[in-house]
């Protein structure tokens, strides 16, 4: 373990993170700890208590003080509008209600307690309607509560013999091709609802002063807030000012959420004239945030006898519940990865997403890909079975190599590292010794052993990044050091520190010499989200090369000038009073994407993984425990090897969550487990020791070396896997998530 | 209701509805926010604290039973500048990413570690059933616990008293010039 780095080569070093020390002594300020504000008020939302209705009225009680609470309604709002891809989603309900919990007014008073018999001397008048509940409802389009036809978005991506003009030519040809194939197997995969649960539940402090508004909170983009208040509060840029407090954990949840409470936030400041703090208590968050979207995906392939795979068709069904938000991007990213790590001559894959009358869902790390890879992953079993073949063999035969097209034609090049993941996480577990061996069973338990082999594409889809510009500054501080300032936020992954390694290696300066601003919109550029495994690959590239332009002009400085590194920066700065370098994205040239008919370089590069399995399953209660995780991923370079272990770790402990204990259960629109104590992710003694390796296939057009994002693959992977382990160990096969032992039971019962 | 109480150390006294929660009486009253809130029933552990040695959720426990008792909170492990080998350690493995779960683990694993001074894995895993951390998938956390018990031990057999080592106010400085956030 390296303590203090040498002073230039801190990338590939696991330097100490650097809001360490704040984090381990308890000083960190997340938004909830910061002081309270001169005249600080609490605020809270009212919401719908039914999934679809009319809103007749909102009710005050007359016989109750309302001298020192505010009342915020949808007639308080500038712009009632919550500006994303679309922007039908009202900041406050009018008229319509399309979900159980939308929000209906807003509430603030200095005293807590008044606040929530406030809350109960309102009444809200709401008329109940049928609500739709499930994807089939919508997709059936009796009953219509978004567009024509309950339709969001739809994309076909289409290859080989699918290629044809139109969508009904294009499935005549992959039929056509499926028709030619020895072997072929068809199957339905499903996935459900999972809640993000970072322990740091959702908050934000909003005030406004002559600036305009402020507002602080945990969020992961500042400037997805910033657009959103600009919007709604009808406010000129300048005016908006968003800064991120320490966050307590993300996942996407803290994606898209945050600009709404940030918005109610300033609402109720706006009309009370005070400070407002509003944190939501976790039974709100879990109720009105986002969630993974619940997806249906039907696959039917056709193969050579000996696993040679030929033809995909894959129709993919994702419910985006009652607002647009990011639904379209996700299913985007879902339809890309939907046909998984493999090779494929003829392609047709359809995706829908529909709205229903449940909470919007968004963002959730592998935004879409975790449901697809789950589905394909899956199906490569049932390949498996149907051709009597090892699931692993079936894989590596048809596993993309470089120069090998992808469904969208993408011919891949460079770190491409998917064999050597297969191969070291296969000789790290012992897998076909104890595949070979067969299920041990020992008495009631039987173990098994599992697979799954995947890609996640790193960074945004298609021109993303290029129509997305994002931006870093650098500045020159005195004392030879460097400060970036960038918007793309630590929310614990460790972007702060692996930035600075990354900065201080472009400029041969010792990481300790690098500053990190608070992003906060009034300071730093708009780098782009901080989502979609982009942070450290795109951003990072872009605060390598404004450090390295930094750090020549003090070099050019040194050389005309003479002294050290500090002396020739400090007479730099003296000189010029501001030294800084903002600095554009600019992707790889060759990238090419047609975003009208889904063909091109999806992503301009992806990150590869094979998970390794093995499971115990309890043969009279169901109950799968995880005895050992085996993770070989290519992060094509790991600037902090410890923190990159890190993300893998906790993302694939997500991913084992969601395979076989988060559930949300529903109840007519309603989340009737809506508390940690009965929505359940793993603990310590639920994870299994996890076996991480790292495998480099540089990225050259990464930073550091060619880092490549890994943030969102970690989650793709694991429910697959241990499905496969669970079938080694039982027979037992799923093809739905949860695998909780009562469905795991169900199962055995109608096999 | 007057009550007293010692809290990392110092003796503090406030007035406080009895039954008001001991996570409100520290963040509120007294401005330690390092203990936090993450689920208020009992279930996160990010409120863990030891009272009288034991740990507790802070979430649960009315403050007027604290009356003349003692209580540890994360900032009474150790500060910038001397933490104690427990933090350094959770600094140096990977055991804290978002960090809001680590108060309360660190005070679990600083439990354990005082009962256990050489604990394995499971002894680990068993002491952190009741933090619930959504970062890490708990491995780093249970190497960081794993490397401070070494530290610890290592640290006790130079000093003679192992009860000394993972306090504070008596542990050496161990910091190597740290950066902060800013
Ligand atoms: S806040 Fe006390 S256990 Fe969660
Ligand atoms: S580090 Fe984020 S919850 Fe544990």
């Known amino acids: ?751 | 209701m007057k009550i007293s109480f010692k809290v990392n150390g110092a003796a503090r006294e406030l007035d406080a509805p009895p039954l008001q929660r001991l996570l409100d009486a520290l963040r509120l009253v007294l401005g330690l926010t390092g203990t936090k809130e993450g689920c208020a029933e009992g279930e996160c552990g990010a409120c863990t604290v030891l009272l009288d040695g034991e740990p507790v959720n802070a979430c649960l426990v009315p403050v007027g039973q604290c009356q003349g008792r003692e209580i540890t909170t994360v900032e009474g492990l150790g500060a910038a500048g001397h933490l104690s080998p427990l933090q350094r350690c959770f600094i140096d493995h990977g055991g804290a990413q978002c960090g809001i779960c680590t108060p309360g683990v660190l005070i679990s694993a600083e439990h354990l570690l005082r009962r256990n001074p050489d604990p394995d894995d499971d002894a680990i895993r068993e002491a952190l059933a009741g933090n619930l951390c959504r970062c890490t998938g708990y491995q780093r956390i249970i190497e960081s616990v794993r490397a401070a018990a070494v530290l610890r031990r290592a640290d006790a057999r130079d000093v003679g008293d192992p009860r000394d080592v993972g306090d504070a106010r008596g542990a050496r400085d161990v910091s190597h010039d740290r950066q902060e956030a800013p």
């Open chain 1, 1 to 751: 373990m390296a303590t203090s780095p040498p002073s230039t080569h801190s990338v590939g070093v696991s330097v100490p993170r650097t809001d360490g020390t704040a984090k381990v002594t308890g000083s960190a300020r997340y938004i909830d700890d910061l002081p309270g504000m001169p005249g600080e008020i609490f605020g809270r939302t009212l919401r719908s208590t039914v999934p679809r209705g009319v809103l007749r009225g909102i009710r005050l009680d007359p016989s109750f003080d309302w001298s020192d609470v505010t009342v915020v309604e949808a007639r308080d709002i500038p712009v009632n509008a919550i500006l994303m891809i679309s922007e039908e989603q009202p900041v406050l309900a009018e008229g319509k209600i399309l979900h159980a919990y939308e929000p209906v007014a807003l509430i603030a008073c200095p005293d807590r307690l008044k606040l929530d018999r406030a809350a109960r001397a309102i009444t809200l008048d709401i008329e109940p309607l049928p609500a739709i509940l499930d994807i089939d409802t919508a997709l059936a389009g009796k009953d219509v509560i978004w567009g024509e036809d309950n339709v969001f978005k739809r994309y076909l991506i289409t290859k080989g013999r699918g290629d044809a003009e139109g969508r009904a030519a294009s499935e005549a040809g992959i039929d056509a091709a499926l028709a030619a194939c020895d072997v072929v197997v068809s199957g339905r995969y499903e996935t459900h609802h999972q809640e993000q649960l970072y322990i740091e539940p959702q908050g934000f402090v909003a005030f406004w002063d002559d600036a305009g508004v402020h507002v602080t909170g945990s969020l992961q983009c500042p400037y997805y807030v910033h657009k959103v208040l600009k919007r709604a509060l009808d406010l000129s840029s300048e005016r908006v000012h968003v800064t991120q407090a320490v966050t307590g954990g993300g996942f996407g949840g803290k994606e898209e959420y945050p600009s709404i409470i940030a918005l109610h936030a300033a609402l109720l400041a706006r009309k009370s004239r005070r400070p407002v703090r509003m944190i939501y208590d976790r039974t709100e968050d879990i109720e009105a945030t986002t969630k993974r979207h619940p997806a249906i995906v039907e696959i039917t392939t056709g193969c050579d006898r000996d696993g040679t795979l030929r033809a995909l068709k894959a129709r993919i069904l994702m419910d985006g519940g009652a607002y647009m938000t990011l639904t379209p991007v996700v299913l985007s990213r879902g339809t890309l990865h939907a046909a998984g790590a493999y090779r494929w001559q003829d392609a047709f894959i359809e995706s829908v997403a529909v709205a229903t009358n449940t909470p919007p869902n968004g963002a959730f790390r592998g935004f879409g890909a975790p449901q697809t890879i789950w589905a394909i992953e899956r199906h490569m079993d049932r390949i498996a079975r149907a051709i009597g073949k090892d699931p692993v063999a079936l894989r590596a035969q048809n596993l993309l190599r470089s120069g090998d097209t992808t469904a969208t034609g993408q011919t891949l090049g460079l770190s491409v590292g998917g064999h050597a993941c297969l191969e070291a996480a296969l000789a790290e577990s012992g897998y076909h010794e104890k595949r070979a061996a067969g299920p041990a069973v020992n008495g009631r338990v039987a173990r098994g052993i599992g697979a799954s082999v995947f890609m996640h594409g790193a960074g945004f889809t298609g021109s993303g990044e290029r129509m997305l510009k994002g931006k870093v500054a650098i500045d020159l501080l005195p004392g030879g050091r460097l400060q970036i300032r960038t918007a793309s936020t630590d929310i614990g992954q460790g972007t702060e520190t692996v930035f600075r390694q990354i900065a201080a290696d472009a400029a041969g300066i010792p990481v300790t010499h690098v500053d990190f601003a608070v992003p906060s919109t009034t300071v730093v550029p708009d780098s782009g989200p901080t989502v979609a495994s982009r942070t450290v690959m795109v951003v990072g590239a872009i605060v390598e090369g404004a450090s390295r332009e930094i750090a020549e002009r003090v070099l050019a400085e040194q050389a005309a000038g003479g002294g050290s590194f500090t002396e020739a920066g400090d007479r730099l700065l003296s000189r010029e009073r501001e030294v800084s370098c903002l600095k554009v994205y600019e992707p790889p040239s060759f990238i090419q994407w047609d975003d009208t008919t889904y063909k091109g370089d999806a992503y301009p590069c992806f990150a590869w993984a094979c998970d390794i399995a093995e499971v115990e399953v309890d043969l009279d209660t169901f109950e799968v425990t995880v005895k050992n995780f085996w993770s070989a991923t290519d992060v094509g370079k790991a600037i902090h090897p410890v923190m990159c272990k890190g993300q893998i770790e906790g993302g694939t402990l997500q991913a084992i969550g969601w395979a076989l204990c988060e559930e949300v259960v529903w109840k007519e629109g309603l989340i009737k487990n809506p508390r940690m104590t009965n929505y359940i992710i793993p603990t310590s003694l639920d994870a299994p020791p996890f076996h991480t390796t790292l495998i480099e296939e540089p990225w050259p057009y990464g930073p550091g070396g060619g880092a490549k994002g890994i943030g969102e693959l970690p989650m793709d992977g694991g429910a697959p896997a241990l499905a496969a382990a669970i079938e080694h160990a039982t027979g037992l096969i799923a093809d739905s998530l949860p695998m909780t032992p009562e469905r795991l039971h169900t199962l055995a019962r109608t096999a």
